[in-house]
């Protein structure tokens, strides 16, 4: 069953729940005028995905990066590969919507450009409320930073930390206030049946469209069960599963585990492909200079912001990842370099050590390229099993030669 689609059918019709709104707008205009509601889905994430792509080419070409680390699997794998057909396109394009409209307000502080930003931002919260993590703390550290350099108080009171951080955070306490009420109402089994039900109209009316889903009263759609999902068993089975998960990769009792020690190399090989990005020249395509440490800080600062998504609350890094890594990207796009002394310093340690001229080789690149599971769908389970296969071969060779 494609799980995704089932994501698009939550509403509002068994009361407010999160991740309702695109489900209730689908609703709504199903109830004006019946539709193949899978085939519509289809075609929205169709759109979305394009319009992404389209976007971040143009965001590349603007900033004179290297576009050839978009097909990976940090990037665009779940787009292109993938056929859960979830909102990542949309939520992705609507962050980009909401860096540049707040970035707007920043100049402007006008009532017009924060209501657009907020009524983005309550779009985007009511379609899927983790979007918070990879959207919200990046952009409030912009800000208060924005609010540092173009501070234009006259006494010292207003240049103090606490007047700073309330002219950050309060045009932003709206947004809290729905995610506040989105974590609120998380739903429940009954909830999730009524609003399985509320379709079935559609499902009576489109039963070739629906089959192909294997939909059926009786197998209500994954997303949709899980608004029953208990928030300390969801976070247990998540944590477990990141920090714990054991892949079969060949025949036999050869496991490699992932869990933990996977994790790390896999965030070491994503920080490394996406900083030196520039690596892979394309053409005769100007290149920018100093692209890592223009990126490194944002990239590392979100890798924070976003640890719940990657402990807690996921282990679909092939997800997760593209949201840390094109998010990132988007924010640098539109405001530059993250100057924190504390960052500064941790990028050039961290740079000093990919000085090293074979790590700036294409060839090594495309190697790191190759061996690194940047196209995995889950932690535990990437589906580019071949490399770990390969793994465990070699693993197999050096052991019989010893």
């Given at each position: ?153 006259t006494t010292i009171a207003d240049t ?122 394309i053409g005769k395509y100007k290149m ?115």
């Amino acid at each position: 069953m494609n799980c995704g689609v089932s994501d698009w059918l939550i509403n509002y019709q068994a009361g407010f729940v999160r991740r309702g709104l695109p489900g209730q707008v689908l609703y709504m205009i199903y109830q004006a005028h019946p539709f193949n509601v899978p085939q519509a889905v289809l075609a929205i994430v169709a759109v979305s995905s394009v319009l992404l792509v389209a976007l971040m080419v143009r965001i590349f070409i603007k900033k004179g990066w290297s576009a050839a680390i978009l097909p990976l699997g940090c990037c665009f794998f779940f787009i292109f590969l993938s056929t859960s057909q979830r909102k990542d396109s949309l939520l992705l394009l609507l962050t980009y919507c909401i860096f540049v409209t707040y970035k707007r307000y920043l100049h402007s502080r006008g009532l017009g450009t924060w209501l657009i930003f907020f009524a983005l931002s309550a779009i985007m919260l009511l379609s899927h409320e983790a979007s918070f993590f990879f959207c919200f703390p990046i952009l409030a550290v912009y800000a208060y930073r924005y609010n540092v350099s173009h501070s234009d108080a006259t006494t010292i009171a207003d240049t103090s930390m606490k007047a700073r951080l309330t002219k950050t955070l309060m045009p932003m306490a709206p947004v809290a206030v729905v995610m506040g009420a989105v974590c609120l109402c998380k739903g429940n089994m009954p909830t999730a049946v009524a609003i399985w039900h509320s379709w079935s109209d559609a499902f009576a009316q489109f039963p070739d469209g629906i089959h192909d889903y294997a939909y059926t009263m009786a197998n209500i759609g994954d997303n949709v069960e899980a608004l029953s999902w208990k928030l300390l068993s969801a976070a247990r089975l998540h944590l477990t599963v990141n920090l714990f998960g054991v892949l079969e990769v060949a025949d036999g009792p050869w496991n490699i585990l992932i869990g933990l020690p996977g994790l790390v190399v896999l965030f070491v090989m994503t920080y490394y492909l996406v900083t030196h990005l520039n690596t892979v020249r394309i053409g005769k395509y100007k290149m920018a200079n100093d692209t890592a440490r223009e990126i490194s800080n944002t990239l590392l600062l979100q890798l924070v912001f976003m640890l719940p998504m990657f402990t807690i609350l996921s282990c679909d890094y092939g997800r997760t990842i593209p949201y840390w890594v094109l998010s990132t990207l988007m924010a640098v796009a539109c405001f530059g370099r993250l100057d924190i002394a504390a960052l500064d310093r941790l990028t050039e340690r961290i740079q000093s050590k990919l000085q090293h001229p074979a790590l700036k080789s294409t060839w090594v690149y495309t190697l790191i390229v190759v061996f690194t599971p940047l196209t995995s769908m889950y932690a535990p389970i990437p589906q580019n099993v071949l490399q770990y296969k390969a793994l465990a071969a070699a693993v197999q060779h050096i052991i019989a030669v010893l």
